[in-house]
């Protein structure tokens, strides 16, 4: 429906009238429609009642409407007042909201931010980003949860998780969530340090599928790039297999048996490095997929999620200048 010249008047009339609302007046308003009383106004006020019924006087002057009903017992708003009782109230609660805010983040940052991730490198990634949030929003909360990427991207939709650091486990889902490259994962094959396989000669892979081995679940990226390690060539595991997602329960496993397992590098060279787990040499595809930081499409992220997408996208692709001088 178009509107005629008088009704664009009109508006732009009573924007300049509700322009003059100081935020005084927008207090008064929201007393007053607690209160529903004129002296009680005042008083929480600090004025004289006089003033008080001016001060109302004064706003239904602006609005050119009038606002309440005067009652023997009281101030009963009309259809008008109630929606001018509305905006009152929001503006004081927005007003409100930006000083908490402000305040608090002019303090160090506040808020909470829940961040899922998957294991090896992507959670070195993710500890020296937490750390530099912190630094810079000491006030912030983040709570981390460590899982496969197939639980992460569910407990992302369910919005469990404000963002998740791991890989699409279906095409599909590149529908649904936004992604952004981080860095790319080195694997290798670790065991016990006790294991008969360690040493600086390569075992084939014939060799290594007769040996038991502790896989991740089916669903995982990781899993893939095994399967697809010993289906290529034919070959298929022989010995016993572990299913699990947890790399503390594959590290105590590798340590009481002759197990081997695939392993993110980033995660198993510290044990490698303390002597609790060994390298096995083994010419095998040494990279997983990419991994990156994967939001929900269609839905901004929050300021906190903003800030440490910042903080990890710099800690994973540092400047030019940074990186020579490194």
């Known amino acids: 429906m178009l509107m005629g010249p008088d009704s664009t008047s009109g508006k732009s009339t009573l924007l300049a009238q509700v322009s003059r609302l100081r935020f005084r007046h927008l207090q008064f308003l929201d007393i007053l429609g607690k209160t529903r009383n004129l002296r009680l ?50 503006a004081l609660d927005g007003h409100r909201r930006f000083v908490d805010e402000f305040s608090t983040l002019k303090q160090g940052g506040h808020g909470h931010l829940t961040i899922g991730a998957i294991s090896g490198s992507a959670a070195h990634l993710l500890i020296a980003a937490v750390a530099e949030l912190q630094r810079l929003r000491p006030l912030l909360v983040v709570k981390v949860l460590e899982q496969s990427s197939d639980q992460l991207i569910v407990w992302l939709a369910e919005r469990k998780i404000d963002v998740m650091i791991g890989r699409f486990t279906d095409e599909a889902q590149r529908d649904q969530f936004r992604y952004e490259n981080l860095s790319g994962e080195m694997l290798q094959i670790t065991a016990g340090v006790h294991h008969p396989l360690r040493g600086p000669n390569a075992p084939s892979l014939r060799e290594l599928s007769n040996w038991p081995w502790i896989l991740y679940p089916p669903s995982t990226a990781l899993r893939r790039v095994s399967d697809d390690i010993f289906s290529s060539t034919g070959l298929s595991l022989t010995s016993g297999i572990v299913e699990t997602p947890s790399f503390l329960f594959a590290l105590e496993l590798m340590q009481s048996t002759t197990m081997l397992s695939l392993q993110p590098a980033a995660l198993a060279d510290k044990y490698v490095r303390r002597g609790l787990l060994t390298r096995i040499a083994a010419d095998l595809p040494n990279r997983m997929p990419d991994f990156g930081l994967i939001t929900l499409q269609g839905e901004p992220p929050g300021t906190a999620v903003l800030a440490f997408m910042d903080v990890i996208r710099n800690l994973a692709n540092p400047p030019a200048e940074a990186a020579s001088a490194a």
């Open 41 to 90: 106004t005042a008083e929480q006020m600090y004025i004289t009642q006089p003033a008080a019924t001016k001060v109302l006087m004064d706003i239904e002057e602006m609005l050119e409407a009038r606002l309440f009903d005067r009652l023997p017992r009281g101030m009963q708003p009309n259809e008008l007042g109630l929606f001018t009782l509305r905006y009152a109230h929001a």
